[in-house]
């Protein structure tokens, strides 16, 4: 309970999980709203398969209550023509789970719950890898908040609007495993500015590494639940960032970009964003209040 009022999702904390998925889906013209109000009646226990964690998201702009919030409407654009593609869709759906199977079905129920009002856009199934590194093999999320700190950074306080929602950052980032493979460990750590197998900082990190230009002190702390994803030979990694405030999200997307100094993130130069796109993830209470009393 956050705040003694307003509840987050609690998929967003589930920590540990083994499997996930993601879809995301384009409403049927005209049934936007609709859409907002089944995927809200997903979210009630009494629909959902046991065992699954379903975290439900949607366009900024197709949530009622007013927000400070909006889509990933525009391209980002960068140095040395880098680009971080938009992509926004209506709806997300996050699913995680302890085994792929139920994963598995719980989506297609969903998906066949919501066939008359949309169509999936995007669909991403993801895997943790040697606990928890990604597939650099760079160990993910190094100044991850704990859970106990977790909901004061993520969940929007009681009193604001959205209370108890989170903004979600959702972004496909396909790897360049040849390239990057070829370089030596100094180089790599160069590029992340950390050290490979203890994930320490390095004190004379470059200016373009990955950590400098994503300086939480700098834009301000985020909770991350990033995820490898794909196969053996297309495969990268799937950012999911979550934040009460949508500032530093997007100002952790400009430096990685270049947008303000010119600079690029290195590790921008072995993988490339696919995808792009923004949600507001409602409290439970908000969900429960939509969703149609069945």
């Not at 900082?201 to 939480?216: C, I």
């Not at 430096?255 to 993130?265: E, H, K, P």
């Amino acid at each position: 309970m956050i705040g003694g009022m307003s509840t987050a999702q609690g998929g967003i904390f589930a920590l540990g999980t083994a499997s996930h998925a993601y879809l995301e889906f384009d409403a049927v013209s005209g049934k936007a709203q609709e859409l907002v109000t089944a995927v809200a009646s997903l979210r009630e226990p009494r629909t959902t398969m046991g065992g699954v964690n379903l975290v439900a998201g949607f366009r900024p702009e197709l949530w009622a209550e007013a927000i400070p919030v909006a889509g990933f409407n525009a391209d980002i654009a960068g140095a040395d023509g880098f680009a971080m593609p938009a992509t926004q869709h209506d709806a997300v759906l996050w699913l995680s789970g302890s085994a792929y199977d139920v994963i598995f079905d719980t989506a297609r129920a969903a998906i066949a719950a919501l066939e008359p009002l949309a169509s999936v856009a995007e669909e991403t199934s993801s895997w943790p890898y040697q606990h928890d590194r990604d597939l650099t093999g760079f160990i993910d999320g190094s100044e991850n908040p704990t859970l106990i700190e977790a909901p004061e950074i993520a969940v929007i306080p009681d009193g604001k609007p959205g209370a108890g929602g989170t903004i979600l950052l959702l972004q496909k980032w396909a790897h360049d495993a040849t390239a990057w493979e070829s370089l030596p460990v100094a180089e790599q750590e160069a590029v992340i500015g950390r050290t490979k197998d203890a994930s320490v900082e390095l004190d004379d990190k470059p200016a373009d590494s990955h950590v400098a230009k994503n300086d939480q002190d700098d834009f301000g702390k985020i909770f991350r639940r990033n995820m490898p994803y794909g196969t053996v030979t297309e495969h990268g990694t799937m950012f999911v960032g979550f934040c009460a405030e949508q500032r530093p999200l997007a100002a952790m997307l400009e430096s990685m970009a270049g947008v303000t100094d010119g600079v690029r993130d290195a590790l921008t130069r072995y993988t490339q964003p696919l995808t792009g796109a923004y949600y507001f993830v409602p409290s439970t209470e908000s969900i429960r209040q939509l969703a149609p009393n069945v």
